[in-house]
């Protein structure tokens, strides 16, 4: 790893995140699904409550109210990583990966 760090499923990072339709990025939560070599696996966070997805409250170490985006899925290199900030509960952990695994169904 780049940076030596080794990310878990459910680590919710401050990342580099390139968008779909353009070459721009910006720093952005995210929730890492896994690591492997020099990339994570994540899905994308909103403040946006209003999209579906699973909640992710300020009690739980979010800065505010936001979404877990389990329809948005993609790989970052490890080094677009800036930090982890908190790790999502057990609980939250494996509901995000049913709700995923639902989708792929």
């Not at 940076?3 to 390139?18: P, R, S």
């Amino acid at each position: 790893m780049r940076n030596g760090n080794v990310y878990k499923t459910g680590d919710v990072i401050l990342a580099e995140i390139q968008f779909t339709d353009t070459f721009e990025t910006k720093v952005r939560p995210a929730v890492v699904l896994f690591g492997e070599y020099d990339n994570v696996v994540v899905t994308g966070i909103t403040s946006n409550t209003a999209m579906k997805g699973i909640l992710l409250t300020k009690k739980e170490g979010a800065v505010k109210e936001s979404v877990i985006k389990t329809n948005y899925i993609f790989t970052i290199a490890n080094a677009m990583v800036k930090k982890l900030l908190f790790r999502l509960t057990e609980q939250k952990r494996k509901e995000m990966v049913s709700e995923i695994i639902r989708k792929m169904q």
